[in-house]
Every structure is written in C-alpha cells, then in structure tokens.
C-alpha cells in the first residue's frame, strides 16, 4: 500500500492543484519512483489510497499497467490518517502480511528485502516491521530505538548493542511491514494515527526493524522537494 491521502499542508501552493504524491522530482512523479522500485522487486500488487485531489491520482497512474504493476484505489473522501487509511482498505490488503510505503519519501531502499521479512512474520508473532533511518535536521530527536534488530522505544543500552547506528533514536522512515490483525479494532472510516499502535507492539516485544544507511528523504516542503529535484538532475544527467 502507498500513502497518497494527505493535504500536504507544507508543501502549499503547490498542492493546491497538484496532490503531493504526484509532485515531480527529476522529472518524474514521487509516487512513480517508488511504483518503479516496488515493480523492480517483484511487489506489483498496489493499493493507493487518496483523498485530496485523488481523482488526478487515479488518472496519471491508471490500472498501473504501463509501469508493470496492478493498482486498486482506496478513496477515503477525507483523509484518515494512516491507521485510519489502512483500516478503510482492509478489504483491498486482504489476509496476509502487506507492506506499507509513505507516499511523499523519496528512498533508494531495497524492497526486495520486504517478501523475505514478510515470509518470517507469517511464522511468528510479530505484528510489525519498520525500516528507520538516520534522522534528519526536522526530526533530531529520533522516533524508536533499534537493539539486536528490535525496535524499542528507548536507547538501548550502549554496550549491548550489535547495531552502531549514529544516534540512539532513529527515524521511522514511513516503510513498514504489518499483520491486518494490528488494525483489526479500528472502526472502518474513523480517523486514527499509527504511532500509538506502534508504540503499543512495541511494549509488547511484537516489532522488528532494520537501519537503512542509504537515501532517505522526506519530501516535506517546496525547499526539499527542490533540493531532491537538483539532485536528481545531477544524478540522471
């Protein structure tokens, strides 16, 4: 499933006309380059939530056939937040293990990786898997912790870590992995946020998790969007 409710509030005006998932980025939507990457790994079963603006959504990317994949769309009318979006597309998901991406996160992180973890989770009883990230300037303090390819929610002690991530709290990437049972409770079309059933799994001992050292940008105002523009230019020249 890819995230592609939101407002987009940061990122007016130019959301205004143009929902943030389809921005372009190197001259292609940021949406795209992450249907591309998900395609490349074999995972071509989308679902594609929307909101504001969703019907442009709907018609840039069709069916999803001329990227090689097959989208569903999930129209919540008003975005649910992300608990709430996952829960109103329950019926699209179905059974099994699904993985969710943030739509407007640009990363070159290896989804193929995301089957294997998910193949695991199916035999034991984890409920979740969160790929973090080094944080960045917005984001200093960190979300979770990772120890021995757990999530927790506080450093783990310095001497008994196997990991040597650069800070103790790491940042929630917006990729995770996710069993439909943690969602199971939330009431079809209310809105809910996902942090506080997170933060629940992780009490619990129900998440691993994994530290990408690589790119990972969160595409959150015209400043960061043009900044990732450049810098794909430059990459792709």
Request: hydrophobic fraction near 40%.
């Amino acid at each position: 499933m890819i995230l592609a409710a939101g407002r987009g509030e940061r990122m007016r005006p130019l959301t205004d006309h143009t929902p943030k998932p389809l921005l372009q980025a190197g001259g292609k939507a940021l949406i795209v380059w992450h249907i591309e990457r998900l395609v490349a790994a074999g995972i071509t079963e989308l679902v594609i939530n929307h909101a504001h603006l969703g019907a442009q959504i709907e018609s840039t990317l069709g069916d999803g056939r001329q990227l090689g994949a097959r989208i569903e769309y999930s129209d919540e009318g008003t975005a649910l937040e992300t608990a709430g979006g996952i829960a109103y597309a329950a019926a699209l998901l179905g059974d099994a293990v699904f993985a969710v991406v943030n739509g407007d996160i640009y990363c070159d992180y290896d989804f193929s990786r995301l089957p294997v973890i998910a193949a695991r989770m199916a035999h034991n009883s984890d409920t979740a898997h969160l790929v973090l990230v080094e944080n960045p300037a917005h984001n200093l303090k960190g979300d979770f912790a990772l120890q021995n390819s757990r999530i927790t929610a506080t450093p783990p002690n310095p001497e008994s870590r196997i990991l040597h991530p650069p800070s103790p709290l790491l940042t929630f990437s917006g990729i995770g992995l996710y069993k439909p049972e943690l969602f199971k409770d939330i009431v079809r079309g209310s809105k809910a946020p996902l942090a506080p059933l997170l933060r629940e799994q992780i009490t619990l001992g129900k998440v691993s998790g994994e530290y990408h050292e690589g790119t990972w940008i969160d595409v959150g105002t015209p400043q960061r969007l043009s900044e990732l523009d450049a810098q794909l230019r430059h990459e792709h020249a």
